[in-house]
């Protein structure tokens, strides 16, 4: 059964940093290419960030470029997403998907206020 398990959402203010964690289980996780997701309220679902398997390639969107950081320990079967710099704008719920095939995680909040 594959699971993906997302924490360290919170509040942050403008300008501050989170790191997000997803936790895989039940698939070759070393194997599998990795991404994440957000939802903001009122939007549809956009594509923060991916990985590759073996983590060496990386690809971002626009908004998020040179601000968040996407990495993955396959050790650990863990994907992480460090998000720098946040902006109002990046309040969202973020998901962990399997790139490749239609698994998502539950999601964790993110909201960026003052």
């Known amino acids: 059964q594959v699971q993906l398990v997302e924490s360290g959402g919170g509040l942050v203010q403008p300008g501050g940093s989170l790191r997000l964690s997803c936790a895989a289980s039940?698939?070759?996780?070393?194997?599998?290419?990795m991404a994440w997701y957000r939802q903001a309220p009122g939007k549809g679902r956009e594509m923060v960030a991916t990985?590759?398997?073996?983590?060496?390639?990386?690809n971002y969107a626009g908004s998020v470029k040179g601000r968040f950081t996407i990495s993955r320990d396959n050790a650990k079967n863990t994907v992480y997403l460090q998000m720098d710099s946040l902006k109002p704008d990046d309040t969202a719920v973020y998901y962990c998907?399997?790139?490749?095939?239609?698994?998502w995680g539950q999601g964790t909040q993110v909201t960026v206020s003052s």
């Open positions: 990985i590759s398997g073996a983590g060496g390639t990386t």
């Open positions: 998907k399997t790139y490749y095939l239609p698994y």
């Open positions: 039940g698939f070759a996780f070393s194997s599998a290419a």
